[in-house]
DNA sequence: CAGTATCCCTTTTGATACTG
DNA sequence: CAGTATCAAAAGGGATACTG
């Protein structure tokens, strides 16, 4: 049991793979757990946040606009876990806990940021994308298909 | 009414940032909307798979283990809506619909591969992390802080 | 301050049935 | 085949109260 796997799902770094980029797709993998985790709204603003500086809890829950205590607790939970925040505790009174990404969680920032940085970069794009289609979506609506 | 904002969040590109790599963490924020959607279980998924060719319906959905006809329908019609997805219908009978990346998906195909690359990377020491964390957890549990 | 615990409402999602 | 519609189940998340 020292590799303690009690109920990990399937590693699927794809050795098996019969197309050239396909990777695993199946729902029990772990590379679909992960993602998961990743691609989560808090989850993602708090590692963009977390960006080369420790933060405070108080300081992370003032900053992201709309998170409540309860939320921003369990996704810190969530990343200390995962192994991408570190989590300190100083024993004062009253307390102080200081949150800052390990070297993993850096690692990740670095791809998160790409992602923060094209949708930055593309938000006008999407934009405008959306109101052509609800344009189009209306038309198509006020002209029934069927003649009257 | 041409630049069609009808009731669009507020646009943040950040032009009146203090800090020097502060973005967006307002909730009204544009880029917080388009994240909530890019950072989507499924439609990181289908932005995966749909990696330099069409792929009909049926096809993803034979492909993507665990998605429903509803959410992948769902999935590609806010990707079709976002500018990222082209949807082709062919009026044969039965029908057959294709999906493709447009360019705009492309690029960011490009960013979320990236991401997938990082987690296939980094699975087993995320793996890791998660049994180690778990074991403290159960250890602190089992021997309780208060003697007796 | 930094949580934990509880209640409760809202949104999301899955299952099922029906249609062009 | 590729949807849409509907309903019920489940998860997500907020508000509040309490604690070391």
Redesign the interface.
């Known amino acids: 049991m020292e590799d ?1 796997t009690s109920k ?1 799902p399937s ?1 699927c ?2 050795t098996d793979d019969d197309q050239a ?1 396909q ?1 695993d ?3 029990d993998c ?3 757990h ?3 985790r ?4 808090w989850s ?2 708090v590692i ?2 977390l ?1 080369r500086r420790t933060m405070r809890f108080s300081e992370l829950r003032r ?4 998170v409540s205590q309860r939320m921003l607790t369990v996704t810190l939970r969530q990343l ?5 925040v570190k989590r300190t505790v100083y024993p004062t009174v009253p307390p102080r806990v200081d949150y800052e990404l390990t070297s ?1 969680g850096i ?2 920032h670095e ?2 940021n ?3 940085i ?3 970069a ?14 189009r979506a209306t038309e198509e609506t006020q002209l029934q298909p069927t003649a009257r």
Chains 1, 2 share one sequence.
């Open positions: 303690g990990e590693y770094t794809g980029r990777w797709v199946r729902e772990e590379v679909r992960i993602l998961d990743v691609a989560d709204k993602l603003l963009a946040l960006d900053t992201i606009d709309g200390e876990r995962d192994g991408l993993l690692s990740l791809v998160i790409s992602l923060v094209w949708t930055e593309h938000q006008q794009e999407i934009s405008t994308a959306r109101s052509e289609y609800d344009r």
